[in-house]
């Protein structure tokens, strides 16, 4: 039981850091729990804004491509 509350604990802290959580296979119990802080961390400011270093690489690479 604890190893599932310390996975869950990971996957909270990855959000509220804006870190790509690890996948894991979740059992039945914790999947109400991990929707519950996704749906949590999409509600903050800016959560539906796209990542600056998105951004950077997607203007590098129109740069790339329209230069000769």
Known sequence: MKRRVERIAAF??????DRRPCRFKAYPEELQALRAAAVLAATRPGANLPDRKFIDQVCASLLERMLP
């Open 12 to 17: 909270v802290e990855d959000l509220i850091h």
